[in-house]
């Protein structure tokens, strides 16, 4: 059974920090895109960045750019995402995903998410 379990979410002051994991369970992901969504409260779900598995580039949306850096661990089939400098607007729930293809077309695998909530 594939899953992907994200944990480290919680309350945090604006400015401050917190980083999040994914364990990924089931399968080999080395030919997956591993990527980070987040969804506030009656907003979308938006991308918040990507890293490529075996070669390990990353993206980022402008949102995040500067402040969250994703960074994986292939030994234990983890990715990061660091967050700094957090500001209310970044709370959500954090989602993890996996995808051979390209994301708006389609996710093969998704975590349950974890709650991130920045207090001003």
């Known amino acids: 059974q594939v899953q992907l379990v994200e944990s480290g979410g919680g309350l945090v002051q604006a400015g401050g920090s917190l980083r999040l994991s994914c364990a990924a369970s089931?399968?080999?992901?080395?030919?997956?895109?591993m990527g980070w969504f987040r969804q506030a409260p009656g907003k979308e779900r938006e991308f918040v960045g990507d890293?490529?598995?075996?070669?390990?580039?990353?993206h980022y949306s402008d949102s995040v750019k500067g402040r969250f850096t994703i960074s994986r661990d292939n030994a234990k089939n983890t990715v990061y995402l660091q967050m700094n400098s957090l500001k209310p607007d970044d709370t959500a729930v954090y989602h993890c995903?996996?995808?051979?293809?390209?994301?708006?077309?389609?996710?093969?695998?998704w975590g349950q998410g974890t709650q991130v909530t920045v207090s001003s």
């Open positions: 890293i490529g598995w075996s070669v390990g580039s990353t």
């Open positions: 995903a996996a995808t051979r293809r390209r994301w708006d077309t389609g996710v093969d695998y």
């Open positions: 089931g399968r080999t992901f080395s030919n997956y895109a």
